[in-house]
């Protein structure tokens, strides 16, 4: 909270000059704490903007943000041509935005005593008390904060201004990536997710430079980090090997494995069986109860994260499983422990991407038509690079 402070998020109001429309409207403030894997608990004030979906259309909030597959196709380039790759954390990315509306936050009890301690001089007078003899405290935004529904909008054109002022142009075939041909010829890559950035470039100096210009705006707390590793997006990347781009996401394998209900001791051999796209029928179908249901939902959903990253292996298997989660059965909780099964076995393997030649690239696109059982189709596409 001292950083919305130091940052100058917002400014007091005196209840008194809000009308009573304002007060009722006001935004609750909120805190959430996550523990990172290094065990250090960070904390993050947010604000509830769920009011906002009443007079924001979805359409009109919705930021950009990098394409996988452009995580993917630019590391593949950055290790065929061994660029020097940096990863960066803008601190208090929102902090840095200036907000396009009027909105009131209120700080409630706890928080409203914290924000206090920070400045008493400055927030004391304008504290009052609710109904519930809580005390409250009343602020107008001037800068965006994590919550409000244009938050990430706003502070994507800041950060896309900010390239283009440095001479970066702007991808035609995704918003989030961009690129600058140097002075001596070479192309200085930025994808950016929100406030993590991926920069790439055979001239070390160039990826500094921009390292720097950044560094001007988001102060001196800019995270970076160098020497061919770096976590993006949940994925750790790895440079080091002369020519190889590597994907390893062994921590999320366990993440996952441990939040699933059941014990995982025993590893299969393979993510599938013959039978997976074998189903019962329908008279001899054994549903799951409601909270089994639920598990299976949830522990597919991360398994496609996982499968359309790093563990491209489990993508078959995967990709049946999702056809299953609006009633899953008795059988489908198998299938869906062998996969991880297999992945207790498998937690280090790694997705490993290596280009032959630049020039040479295929494409392989197949269709089925009407194949599932609700008369859908599946398509399926794949790209090399010199083969």
Known sequence: MKQLHDMRTFIPRDPRSLTPEEQKKALSSLIFLKEKETGEVKGRTCINGAPQREYIKKEDATSPTVATDSVFLTGAVDAYQRQDVAFIDLPGAFLHTLTDEKIIMVLRGELCELMCMIDPKLYRKYVCKDRKGRPVLYVELYKSLY????????????????????????????????????????????????????????????????????RKIYGEKMTVHRGGKGKYLGMHLDFTEDGVFQVDMSKYVEDVIED????????????????????????????????????????????????????????????????????????????????????????????????????????????????????????????????
């Open 147 to 214: 919550g409000l529904m244009r938050s990430a909008l706003l502070f994507y054109k800041k950060l896309k201004k900010e390239l283009e002022e440095y001479g970066m142009i702007m991808n035609p075939y995704d918003m989030c990536v961009a690129n600058k041909e140097t002075k001596k010829g070479h192309q200085l890559t930025v994808l950016w997710h929100v406030d993590d950035l991926k920069i790439s470039c055979k001239d070390k100096f160039e990826v500094t430079k921009l390292i720097c210009y950044l």
């Open 260 to 387: 699933f209900p059941e014990q995982i001791e025993k590893a299969s051999p393979t993510p599938h069986s013959d039978s997976l796209f074998s189903v019962e029928v329908e008279d001899t179908q054994k549903l799951l109860c409601e909270d089994k249901a639920m598990q299976f939902h949830r522990t597919t959903a991360q398994l496609l994260f996982l499968c359309t990253r790093a563990r491209k292996d489990i993508q078959t298997a995967v990709s049946f499983l999702t056809t299953q989660v609006k009633q899953p059965t008795e059988q489908d909780w198998t299938k869906l422990r062998k996969v991880l099964q297999y992945l207790y076995g498998t937690k280090s393997l790694r997705l490993r991407i290596q280009v032959k030649d630049m020039r040479v690239m295929h494409w392989y696109v197949d269709a089925a038509h009407m194949v599932h059982w609700d008369c859908k189709g599946q398509t399926g596409a794949a790209m090399t690079m010199g083969c």
